[in-house]
């Protein structure tokens, strides 16, 4: 145990220090692969640990970008404030979500296509609201104002990133050892037996849905901070849906450190590739995001429970 | 207020996209039927087919509709070996693994399309690309009905193939019971091969007729996802019949809703009936609850 907090405080340590010897490029990379971790650690609430496969998390991720920019926006309000209202509204409409979902008792497949459909329904509503100026988008004006989550410089983003990834772990971590998290545990590993042994399902998957989506919106909110610019089509689409899926997948979902192997490995080495010193990096990224589906496929065949059972002996399943 | 004309045109065309539809959407609910495998690449494989036509007629001149001899035969194929390389090996997993198995599949062919093409839409014109025949007060676009008649045609050949030859009624029964299948001796392995390579032809079939009059891009495929979805689960997962009628209601719902509202509400309220049938009948509008 000790080894273990002993060799997270050095990743920890070695993370603090990146931004030292990191070049802007590269501490571009780090912030997207902490982000992406975020986000899939985040996901990973419902649909690692409570088997909750949502498809529809942009849902909550365009919830929080947009409430932290309308809330500054309209109001005035800090995005660092901001975010916690979007937390809030994003864990509403989870729960909302949620209590509508399970008391039709819609599972597996059709709770995936159901959360799919509200993120599609969001979509549209989104394109066609003119208050958030609709298709066109919101565009915020780059500046220094750190009380307002604004700055100039890269390295305040890659340390706000990081503290987001690490108080995520660690919230994993308690999670995994609380009541609730095994009663996460209980409604994905068999639902009915849950049921029988006293767990209350529908609450369990209630919270787990209504936290997921409301640490989900947090991301949403660096996300319009970190790029100054968010539409319909760049937060409410399936894109951050599958961030966070592939990072949770391939590292190992269910797990504390997976969606952040995963992540790191996906999203970060494809940003990283972006930025080679050559003419035409193209057909390199394009090439690497072929070689990542495939080493995806592969993964996912031969590794189910995704590369942080690589160290581990092989259990019975 | 908008003329009868107008109207008719637009449920014309909703018509002959509809059955385009409709025959993607058999293709997936067929597959999810009998091997219980949502196939996220359903969409790619009709952009993938739709890429193979266009190159067809751009290198050798080959018609789109020619082009069949080859797309059909090679999709089948295409079909096959993945089933072999890639899905077979999850058909046991659970639901999440066939998703993102798939997911991987859609990405493959996405930036392998990305890679060959890049990015921007690409698009053939042949000679009846812009043609019309009027008919009272509408014109109808020959290279649309066209790829509707075909549509039509594949999906009643596909339905008399289930219905009256063997191996049709063996693809049912495994889709009904795959134990009580394989205990008749039906060669349940071979089944899931044939249905998900029938369900890639038959995704390769829509995209390569629509090829004369639709532009094509790395990233046309999620849009037919999406729409088999919602097809696939309005006429009944796995339901033939019903995903024909689902595929024909949403081509009327889409064409419809761009002539009143947006295409993006339209594309809203096309996903609020999908969530109210899974809630309230997800045994989908036309199917019957299984008991």
């Known amino acids: 145990m000790s080894a273990r907090l002993a060799l997270g405080l050095a990743a920890l340590a070695a993370a603090a220090a990146a931004p030292l010897v990191a070049g802007q490029h590269l501490l571009t990379a780090f912030i997207v692969a902490l982000h992406a971790a975020y986000m899939a650690l985040a996901w990973n609430v419902a649909a690692g640990y409570a088997g909750q496969f949502s498809l529809g998390h942009s849902l909550f991720y365009g919830i929080g970008a947009y409430a932290s920019t309308m809330l500054y926006l309209k109001l005035g309000l800090t995005p660092w404030a901001g975010m916690f209202a979007g937390a809030g509204l994003a864990g509403l409409v989870g729960v909302a979500l949620a209590l509508g979902v399970y008391r039709y008792n819609v599972r597996g497949i059709f709770f995936a296509l159901v959360t799919l459909g509200a993120a599609e329904v969001a979509k549209g509503l989104a394109d066609n609201w003119d208050w958030i100026k609709g298709p066109v988008g919101i565009l915020l004006t780059m500046k220094s104002a750190p009380g307002e989550f604004f700055f100039l410089r890269r390295e305040p983003y890659y340390y706000v990133a990081l503290a987001m990834v690490v108080a995520l772990i660690l919230i994993s971590l308690r999670l995994e050892r609380s009541r609730l998290g095994q009663h996460f545990l209980a409604v994905r590993e068999d639902e009915a037996a849950a049921e029988a042994s006293g767990v209350d399902t529908q609450r369990a998957k209630t919270v787990a849905i209504g936290l997921s989506a409301a640490l989900t919106a947090f991301a949403g909110s660096f996300y319009a901070q970190f790029y100054l610019y968010i539409s319909p089509d760049t937060v409410l689409v399936f894109e951050p849906q599958l961030t966070m899926m592939l990072g949770t997948m391939v590292g190992g979902a269910g797990t504390a450190l997976g969606p952040v192997l995963g992540s790191v490995l996906f999203s970060g080495l494809g940003e990283a590739l972006r930025n080679l010193p050559f003419e035409n990096t193209r057909p390199v990224v394009i090439g690497s995001k072929l070689v990542y589906a495939i080493l995806l496929i592969v993964i996912l065949i031969y590794l189910p429970g995704g590369l942080v059972t690589l160290g581990r002996r092989s259990r019975p399943a | ?291």
């Open chain 2, 1 to 291: 207020m908008v003329g009868l004309d107008v109207v008719l045109q637009a449920l014309l065309s909703g018509l002959f996209m509809g059955s385009v539809y409709a025959l993607i959407a058999i293709g997936f609910t067929l597959v999810f039927g009998v091997t219980d495998i949502v196939n996220f690449a359903h969409g790619h494989l009709v952009m993938a087919a739709m890429f193979v036509t266009y190159v067809l007629f751009k290198l050798a001149g080959l018609d789109p509709y020619l082009s069949l001899v080859v797309v059909l035969p090679l999709f089948f194929g295409i079909g096959a070996l993945l089933y072999v390389l890639v899905i077979q090996r999850i058909v046991d997993a659970p639901h999440s693994a066939h998703m993102m198995v798939t997911l991987g599949v859609l990405l493959l062919l996405e930036n392998l399309a990305n890679l060959l093409f890049g990015g921007d839409l690409r698009g053939v014109t042949t000679r009846y690309t812009t043609s019309s025949l009027v008919v009272g007060p509408v014109a109808v676009p020959l290279a649309r009905a066209g790829a509707a008649v075909v549509s039509l045609l594949a999906v009643g050949a596909l339905a008399v193939f289930l219905r009256r030859t063997a191996l049709g009624k063996a693809i049912r029964a495994a889709a009904n019971n795959r134990e009580g299948a394989a205990l008749v001796g039906v060669d349940v392995p071979r089944v899931y091969l044939i249905s998900f390579s029938l369900g890639t032809m038959a995704a390769a079939l829509a995209g390569a007729v629509i090829v004369p009059f639709s532009l094509v891009s790395p990233f046309v495929g999620h849009e037919f996802i999406l729409k088999a979805f919602v097809i696939a689960v309005l006429g009944g997962l796995g339901s033939v019949g019903g995903a024909l009628a689902g595929g024909l209601l949403i081509g009327f719902v889409e064409a419809l809703s761009s002539l009143y509202i947006s295409a993006s509400l339209g594309n809203a309220i096309v996903f609020a009936i999908l969530i109210a049938v899974l809630l309230y009948r997800p045994w989908g509008i036309f199917g019957q609850a299984k008991v």
